[in-house]
């Protein structure tokens, strides 16, 4: 309440300062792997083998994000993050995709893929919970868009080198290998950002109240609590739509990688970023729109979502089916190119769109901060069962070419309906909450009183 905003905010407690140091971890870790993904196979010329990479690391990941609320309890939400980004996890896999580049060697591809699941696992819970907990209330949607803006940045530099790098490169094939040696250099500058990070009990919100992220459970009975929460109807019902917002990233960057030039996967990558952070950005200033009731921000946003993937998804599989027949390779140059490159960056604005949903969702599902932490974890190990699932069948000729098109366009369809349940208890009053459930006239006053008593501190 505004009572207790007691003392001006220092910038360096902040909850700005907060998701700049996540959102910089998140470039420099999950965003530059991103950014090499979103080149088409990792820059390599076919997307077999890193597609089987991709699908060990999120085979991993399931496992990590099921204990890493327990090891929340022994080194905390920092450690964690830290623990998320250490160097010799991700980098490896970049210098796998290197050496396989240069010198057609693939073991280290493997290994480094399976290194990088061990650790991410942890830091993509860890900067769940962190994004989800640390800001205002009227902050929240726009930290999310603010946060995950620095993921597709990663992609927005990665495909800028490289589009600097293979300009002159009108063909398929692979990109200059020189392009991993600065991915290499910038993972590895991760674990020295969450070395800034503000621990919860030492940030300093607006509104003047603490942030409580932490578990102080037995380990063993934080994983038999987060096992059950998964197990609940609501976290039941959104999994197919976690599976068709997730399964998608396999399916749109092997689309890039089949069918378009070296030089075109880079303009992909790099408008791709753009778009999406332009509007992963304006999801969030909607979300957080607090004049507006809750009830209808949650599902305008769904609907507006779900019909424009339905719309994304019909025309990748016409496309994916005419290309499966005529096997082209499109440069920006080539007639055609225009009919099947945007399908490209509308489903990456897509996976943003639905990625900030997520996180909005499970916001309003978790009923304290342990719910956080497990949920975010839950989230996290749930999209990761997709992506490898997703990966490991994108190493399938077929199901690369057509096969998961046709599949996420299914699980699309599937998950309307389970999800819509969930989402349209969303900020309906349940019996003694009050008018509704989050934005009564009071909280919202209490938002406005906090907001003007900060801003004179």
């Given at each position: ?131 989800i907990a640390y800001p205002e ?101 959104v999994l197919l739509f976690i ?215």
């Amino acid at each position: 309440m505004a009572s207790e905003v007691v003392a001006p905010v220092k910038w360096y407690r902040s909850t700005f300062f907060n998701i700049t140091i996540l959102g910089l971890c998140n470039f420099a870790a999950p965003g530059i792997w991103g950014a090499m993904n979103s080149l088409g196979a990792g820059g390599a010329q076919k997307p077999y083998l890193v597609n089987t990479a991709n699908a060990l690391t999120f085979c991993l990941m399931v496992v990590s994000c099921l204990f890493s609320s327990a090891l929340v309890r022994l080194i905390g939400i920092k450690g964690a993050l830290i623990f998320g980004t250490y160097m010799p996890r991700y980098a490896p896999y970049a210098a796998g995709l290197y050496t396989n580049n240069r010198f057609g060697i693939e073991w280290l591809v493997i290994l480094g893929a399976a290194l990088c699941g061990i650790s991410a696992g942890v830091f993509w819970m860890a900067e769940a919970a962190i994004a989800i907990a640390y800001p205002e209330p009227w902050n929240k949607g726009k930290a999310l868009g603010y946060w995950l803006t620095y993921r597709v940045s990663g992609q927005i530099l990665g495909g800028a080198i490289n589009l600097g790098l293979n300009a002159d490169r009108d063909q398929a094939g692979k990109v200059s290998y020189a392009v991993y040696l600065v991915f290499i250099a910038l993972q590895c500058l991760a674990p020295v950002g969450a070395l800034f990070l503000t621990p919860p009990e030492k940030v300093q919100r607006q509104d003047g109240k603490k942030v409580e992220l932490g578990i102080f459970n037995n380990p063993w009975l934080e994983i038999k609590a987060t096992i059950r929460l998964f197990f609940s109807r609501k976290f039941l019902l959104v999994l197919l739509f976690i599976g068709q917002a997730v399964f998608s990233e396999a399916v749109f960057f092997t689309y890039l990688s089949l069918w378009f030039s070296v030089r075109a996967r880079a303009l992909g990558s790099f408008l791709s970023g753009i778009v999406a952070a332009i509007g992963g950005n304006v999801l969030g200033y909607w979300l957080d729109r607090t004049r507006i009731p809750l009830k209808i921000r949650a599902r305008s946003s769904f609907w507006i979502i779900v019909t424009l993937q339905g719309a994304w998804w019909t025309w990748a599989t016409v496309m994916s089916a005419r290309y499966r027949r005529t096997q082209p390779t499109y440069d920006w140059s080539s007639p055609g190119f225009g009919s099947g490159f945007p399908v490209y960056l509308f489903l990456l604005l897509g996976f943003q769109l639905n990625y900030m949903f997520l996180y909005f969702i499970i916001q309003n599902l978790a009923e304290s901060q342990e719910q956080v932490i497990r949920y975010s974890a839950l989230l996290r190990g749930t999209e990761s069962a997709w992506q490898a699932v997703s990966y490991g069948l994108g190493s399938i000729e077929i199901m690369a070419q057509v096969g998961s098109v046709y599949l996420n366009f299914g699980l699309w369809a599937a998950a309307i309906i389970p999800a819509w349940l969930v989402l349209r208890e969303i900020g309906v009053a349940k019996p003694g909450d009050g008018d509704d459930s989050e934005q009564s006239t009071s909280d919202a006053g209490e938002i406005k009183t906090a907001r003007a008593v900060s801003s004179q501190l």
